[in-house]
């Protein structure tokens, strides 16, 4: 098996750094759609769907 210390060479360091700012940039990324989704509001549904409804419960 192949086996680079990751703390004792340059390439290891490069390992490490390189995993951790794609660790970084994935979770800026969940956190700004979260932002994004938490921002967005109900839409209230269009008056002629209302009028639908209140006409569906009074046939029944």
């Known amino acids: 098996m192949f086996y680079i210390p990751l703390t004792t ?3 290891g360091w ?3 750094g ?4 794609a660790l970084y940039k994935s979770g800026k990324k969940r956190g700004e759609e979260e932002a994004a989704a938490a921002q967005i509001t109900a839409v209230p549904a269009p008056v002629e769907v209302h009028e639908e409804s209140a ?3 009074g046939e029944q």
């Open 9 to 11: 060479t340059p390439v």
């Open 55 to 57: 006409e569906k419960e």
């Open 18 to 21: 390189l995993g951790g700012y």
């Open 14 to 16: 490069l390992v490490l």
